[in-house]
Antibody, heavy 122, light 108 residues
Framework: QLQLQESGPGLVKPSETLSLTCTVSGGSVTDSTYYWAWIRQSPGKGLEFIGSIYYSGSTTYNPSLKSRVTLSVDTSNNQFSLRLRSMTAADTAVYHC??????????????WGQGILVTVSS | DIQMTQSPSSLSASVGDRVTITCRASQTISTYLNWYQQKPGKAPKLLIYAASSLQVGVPSRFSGSGSGTDFTLTISSLQPEDFATYYCQQSYNTLPYTFGQGTNLEIK
């Protein structure tokens, strides 16, 4: 059974860069069927798609975050990662990683990691 | 961005009830519509994809319908484990993918 687990800091200072890693177990990030996604969840904005990456390095990003986001994949460690620059209080959220099936149609996220709460505060 | 609006925002129901949750898209999205269930402190779980296809392992009391802009999630006979928050999500071919604000299903 595929499982995903997020890791990284729970507290980031304003203007700093957030770095999160998602470790995949029970499956491989090189599975050609799937992309790998980051989605965040906050009381104010609800669920928000951040971006997805394929094992080859091909990416899709939410246009509203594209200028601050970089996704990467580490096939040797079966992980993928998120970097979000210039953090502000508005970026405080639970960050989930998820497997992303994208054949055009259908297109869905499943399963998800439990999420990691990231708070932006000095 | 395509806006997704769910109704109601919250709902009280009893075990055994039939429940329907509605999701409306701000523009047509064909059947690019998914439904997720989230319990407190847990990850969202995919229930329905492509508007009406049941994800493997999801009980058959869950069903989805709709196309274009209007969609529904129906639970035919509520079970105790179904009390949770439900989200719709559009995956149409224009980024970003967006989610509804959620429907909190509570025990009456």
């Amino acid at each position: 059974q595929l499982q995903l687990q997020e890791s990284g800091p729970g507290l980031v200072k304003p203007s700093e860069t957030l770095s999160l890693t998602c470790t995949v177990s029970g499956g491989s990030v090189t599975d050609s069927t799937y992309y790998w996604a980051w989605i965040r969840q906050s009381p104010g904005k609800g669920l928000e798609f951040i971006g997805s990456i394929y094992y080859s390095g091909s990416t899709t990003y939410n246009p509203s975050l594209k200028s601050r986001v970089t996704l990467s994949v580490d096939t040797s460690n079966n992980q993928f990662s998120l970097r979000l620059r210039s953090m502000t209080a508005a970026d405080t959220a639970v960050y989930h990683c998820a497997r992303h099936y994208d054949s055009g149609w259908p297109n869905w996220f499943d399963p998800w990691g439990q999420g990691i709460l990231v708070t932006v505060s000095s | 961005d395509i806006q997704m609006t769910q109704s109601p925002s919250s709902l009280s129901a009893s075990v055994g009830d039939r429940v329907t949750i509605t999701c409306r898209a701000s523009q047509t999205i064909s059947t690019y519509l998914n439904w997720y269930q989230q319990k407190p402190g847990k990850a969202p779980k995919l229930l329905i994809y492509a508007a009406s296809s049941l994800q493997v392992g999801v009980p058959s009391r869950f069903s989805g319908s709709g196309s274009g802009t209007d969609f529904t999630l129906t639970i035919s006979s509520l079970q105790p484990e179904d009390f949770a928050t439900y989200y719709c999500q559009q995956s149409y071919n224009t980024l970003p993918y967006t989610f509804g604000q959620g429907t909190n299903l509570e025990i009456k």
